[in-house]
């Protein structure tokens, strides 16, 4: 029983503390739990789509936040993360569609252009991307995902001077956010990112190390819209190894990532190097 008694609201507030602690599959018992009582809870079936989307499961989240968003049509959050979803999903044009609504209903969204962007990079167009991802940085200033998403775009348009001078701004951020949260691997993951696109592997494998020393087995983590496992720490170290010809060391890294997740992608990838 939730802990204010067994009303959809009280399940909906657990589901949002353990959400914020990072506890997706707790969280995602607590939304469903919400919804079986109130199965007309807006919010409840908006934060169930949203855990899943971070725990990777786009389809489920898709679907759930097509309910909402088609139940509560001027409701902007919600069509944000189903375009964030889709985008996850592969359904590019989709995901364009929802922000293109949201920029209809309200023009200045910086979000909304990000996603926009980044519906252009993900269709490898580096040019239209790289214009609309400095728009994302007139709207919604110098955040993480936007800044993050310009120094890639630019790197693959062939500006080396912005994208490193981008990426060293990103970095910074997050650099930061150790101050505070030294504990936390999601900066130490997403330093490891910035470190691999701008091609210093030695630094990123470090970044990908400190990630793994303070990350717990079997839990997804979120941080400024991207998401990533254990296992995916491991197999970004494993690419950092082969990148520095230490193919071994990356193969073994696959074997370990095999013994967690058998079905991973980049493990399987290591482990037939």
């Known amino acids: 029983m939730a802990f204010g008694g067994e009303s959809a609201e009280s ?43 971070r725990m990777g499961e786009n389809a489920k989240a898709v679907d759930l936040l097509h309910q909402v968003v088609r139940n509560r049509p001027q409701q902007t959050a919600a069509r ?3 375009g964030f979803a889709c985008l ?36 490898g167009d580096w040019p ?6 400095e728009a994302a940085l007139r709207l919604g200033g110098s955040n993480f995902p936007v800044l993050y ?24 951020l997050l650099e930061k956010t150790l101050e505070v949260s030294g504990d936390k ?13 701008r091609e210093k592997y030695p630094a990123a494998l470090e970044h990908y190390k400190s990630a793994e020393k303070y990350a717990v087995e079997n839990r997804s983590y979120s941080a400024y819209g991207e998401n990533f496992t254990g296992s995916d720490i491991l197999a970004k ?5 082969q990148r520095l010809g230490q193919d071994a060391l990356a193969r073994a890294m696959g074997e370990r990532i095999g013994a967690l997740d058998p079905e991973h992608k980049l493990g399987k990838s290591l482990r037939e190097a």
């Open 11 to 53: 399940y909906y507030d657990e589901g949002l503390t353990a959400s914020m602690k990072g506890g997706l599959a707790q969280a995602v018992e607590n939304f469903e739990k919400a919804i079986r009582l109130d199965n007309t809870f807006s919010a409840a079936y908006h934060q169930l789509g949203k855990c899943y989307a």
């Open 80 to 82: 944000l993360d189903l």
């Open 88 to 123: 996850a999903l592969g359904n590019i044009q989709d995901a364009r569609n929802q922000f293109l609504q949201v920029q209809g209903l309200e023009p200045d969204n910086g979000r909304a252009q990000l996603g926009i962007a980044q519906a252009s990079f993900h269709e």
């Open 128 to 133: 239209k991307a790289l214009s609309e991802a």
């Open 149 to 172: 998403l310009l120094g890639r775009t630019a790197k693959l348009a062939g500006n080396i001077e912005m994208s490193y001078g981008t990426l060293n701004r990103a970095d910074a």
């Open 185 to 197: 691997p999601e900066s130490y993951f997403l330093r490891g990112e910035v470190a691999y696109v």
């Open 237 to 241: 170290q494993g690419l950092c190894l």
